[in-house]
C-alpha cells in the first residue's frame, strides 16, 4: 500500500493538546440573562469607549469598530483578536463591556449583547461537531452540501440544492472521512467515508455514458437549477448535470486512491477500480479529452497538446499534471501495465512531466486561487504512487513552483501535502495548527469588514476579480469563512449568514495531516 509511503519529518510533527476554542453567544437587549450592564468608561485619548479585565488577564476594550482582545500568548499571532462584524455583534458600535465569571466578556452594542468565551476542547472533539453537522443537514444523496437557511439564526428550516461542483466536494469530504477511519477505526467514520464515495461514484452511473461521469444531478421533484447543462435520465426520475469539469476529475482520482486503500469494502474497491479504468480508458481513447454528450470535449477537460499550445496555455502546468495522475492511479489500483505503459508514455515520450514544471513562466498576471487547490488535489496521489526520483524531483518542482505563494497562506491541507515531499525547507507548522484552531464553529458565510483597519498593509494591485487586497493574513474567524479554493487576503467580500460553510475545510487537512504524522496525540 503506496498511500502510506511518505510521512511528515520529525521536525513537522505537533503533539496536539487541548486548546481554547472561541465560543459566541448573541443575544437582545433585554435577555434576562445578562448581568447588569456596566456604566461607560472609555479610555482618556479616546482610543476606547468601554474597557475591562477578563478573569484570564486579558484586556478587553470595546469602540466603534467593534471589540479588541490583548493578551501574552503562547503563539505570538493570538496576541491580539478582533471582533467586529455580523459573526460577532448585533452592531459594531460597542458601549459597555464587562467580565464574565470564567475567561470571557459581555459586549453590549447599540441593537444586541454578545458573550464571547474560550471552551477547552480538542481537535477530535472540534471535528466530530462538524461531522455531526453533516449528518444533521448538509446530505444529498450522500453530497456534502451546503445548506441555504429561511431565516437568520434558525437552523430548523433548510433546504438543499445542487451545487456545480458535488463531485469535487463531497471526494473532499469522503477523503477527510477516510483518513479519520484509517486513524481511529471508528464505525461512525466508516459510515460516513462509505456513504460519501458512493455518492461520489454514483456520477459515474447516472450518465450511462461509460468512463464518462456527470457533475451533479437531481431527482425530479427537487429544483433543477438554471445553470449549466442538464439532462433527463431516459426514465424521466433523475436530471444530471454534463460538461463535466476537470475539477471533478481531480476530486474523483484523489477519493480513489484514498477510499481504496483505507477502506475495507471489497465490493466498493473493485466497484473503484473498474471506474477508474473506464475513465482513464474513454480519455485516452478520446485523445485526452473528455467528450461531452455533445461529441465535443467538455469546457475544462482537455489534456492534449493542442490544447496546452493553444487555449489552455496557462493551464499547461496544472492539465498535464492531471491527465499523469489520471493514469497513474489507474495503474496502481488495477495493476495493469497497459496503463503503466501509458503513464510512461505522457511522462517522457510526451514530455507531461516537463509541463508540470511550467507555471511560472506560463502563469496569468494574477493568482487563481482554484488552481493552487486542484493542483494540490492531483498531486497529492501522484506523489503518494511515485517512486521514480527523476520523476518526484519534477513534480516537488512544479510543486514549489506554486508553494512560492501557498507559503504565506499558512493552509494546513496544502502544506501537509507539500511537505510530504519536500521535508527539508523550515515552515511555520504552528501555524498551520492555528489556522485550524480558529476556524470557528459557526461556518455561515458572515462578512466583516476589515477594510478600516488600523493595523492591515494593502497590496498594490488588485486580485484577478478587482478586489483589493492585504498582505496581512488574517486569521478564518475574522475573514469571511470560505473553501481553499478562495482568497485569504480579500479584506471584504460578500456572504450571507443563510448560507453555511461545510466541515470538511477543517476535517478533510485535520485528519489527513494525523494519519501522516504532521499532527500526533489525541
Not at 66 to 79: I, P, T
Not at 316 to 325: D, G, H, I
Not at 494 to 514: A, D, Q
Request: some cysteine; glycine content about 6%.
Amino acid at each position: 500500500m503506496l498511500i502510506n509511503r511518505l510521512k511528515a519529518a520529525p521536525k513537522d510533527s505537533i503533539e496536539l493538546r487541548p486548546f481554547l476554542q472561541k465560543m459566541v453567544e448573541k443575544f437582545p437587549l433585554d435577555y434576562a440573562g445578562a448581568p447588569a450592564r456596566p456604566k461607560a468608561n472609555p479610555l482618556p485619548n479616546g482610543s476606547a469607549d468601554c474597557w475591562c479585565y477578563a478573569k484570564d488577564g486579558a484586556l478587553w476594550m470595546g469602540s466603534k469598530r467593534g471589540a479588541l482582545r490583548m493578551a501574552q500568548e503562547e503563539y505570538s499571532r493570538d496576541n491580539v483578536q478582533y471582533f467586529n462584524g455580523p459573526r460577532y455583534l448585533a452592531d459594531d458600535a460597542v458601549k459597555a463591556i464587562a467580565p464574565d465569571d470564567k475567561n470571557g466578556v459581555w459586549v453590549w452594542t447599540e441593537t444586541g449583547i454578545s458573550h464571547f468565551y474560550y471552551k477547552e476542547m480538542t481537535m477530535a472533539e472540534k471535528s466530530a461537531i462538524y461531522d455531526a453537522r453533516v449528518l444533521e443537514r448538509q446530505m444529498r444523496h450522500g453530497f456534502v452540501t451546503s445548506p441555504h437557511f429561511a431565516r437568520e439564526d434558525d437552523f430548523t428550516e433548510y433546504h438543499l440544492e445542487s451545487e456545480d461542483n458535488d463531485g469535487l466536494w463531497t471526494a473532499m469530504y469522503a477523503a477527510g472521512a477516510c483518513y479519520e477511519y484509517a486513524v481511529t477505526g471508528s464505525e461512525d467514520a466508516l459510515n460516513r467515508a462509505i456513504t460519501t464515495t458512493k455518492a461520489v461514484l454514483s456520477l459515474v452511473d447516472v450518465t450511462g455514458i461509460k468512463g464518462y461521469f456527470a457533475r451533479s444531478f437531481v431527482t425530479k421533484d427537487e429544483h433543477l437549477p438554471e445553470d449549466g447543462f442538464w439532462l433527463a435520465k431516459d426514465d424521466g426520475e433523475v436530471f444530471w448535470k454534463s460538461d463535466t469539469s476537470s475539477d471533478e476529475v481531480v476530486g474523483h482520482f484523489m477519493l480513489y486512491l484514498v477510499a481504496h486503500d483505507l477502506l475495507p469494502d471489497e465490493e466498493l474497491k473493485a466497484k473503484i477500480r473498474q471506474t477508474a479504468a473506464d475513465i482513464v480508458d474513454y480519455v485516452v481513447a478520446n485523445d485526452y479529452y473528455f467528450i461531452d454528450v455533445t461529441g465535443r470535449p467538455t469546457m475544462w477537460g482537455n489534456w492534449n497538446l493542442d490544447y496546452f499550445n493553444g487555449r489552455g496555455y496557462e493551464d499547461t502546468f496544472l492539465n498535464a499534471a492531471e491527465m499523469l495522475t489520471m493514469v497513474k492511479v489507474a495503474a496502481y489500483l488495477t495493476g495493469e501495465e497497459r496503463f503503466e505503459r501509458e503513464y510512461k508514455k505522457l511522462a517522457f515520450d510526451l514530455g507531461y512531466a516537463d509541463l508540470c514544471c511550467t507555471y511560472l513562466a506560463r502563469k496569468e498576471p494574477t493568482i487563481n486561487y482554484s488552481d493552487e487547490e486542484l493542483a494540490y488535489l492531483t498531486y497529492l496521489p501522484l506523489i503518494l504512487l511515485e517512486t521514480d526520483p527523476e520523476l518526484l524531483a519534477k513534480y516537488k518542482y512544479g510543486m514549489g513552483e506554486l508553494w512560492r505563494n501557498i507559503q504565506r497562506e499558512l493552509n494546513p491541507l496544502w502544506t501537509y501535502i507539500y511537505k510530504l515531499l519536500d521535508t527539508e525547507i523550515d515552515y511555520d507548522m504552528e501555524g498551520c495548527l492555528w489556522t485550524l484552531r480558529h476556524l470557528p464553529l459557526d461556518l455561515r458565510a458572515f462578512s466583516p469588514n476589515n477594510t478600516e483597519r488600523d493595523d492591515l498593509e494593502f497590496e498594490e494591485d488588485v486580485d484577478r476579480f478587482g478586489k483589493r487586497q492585504i498582505k496581512t493574513l488574517l486569521p478564518p474567524d475574522e475573514r469571511r469563512i470560505m473553501k481553499w479554493n478562495g482568497n485569504p487576503f480579500i479584506p471584504m467580500d460578500s456572504g450571507s449568514p443563510l448560507y453555511e460553510e461545510t466541515g470538511t475545510i477543517f476535517t478533510f487537512p485535520y485528519w489527513l495531516g494525523r494519519y501522516y504524522g504532521f499532527l500526533k496525540g489525541e
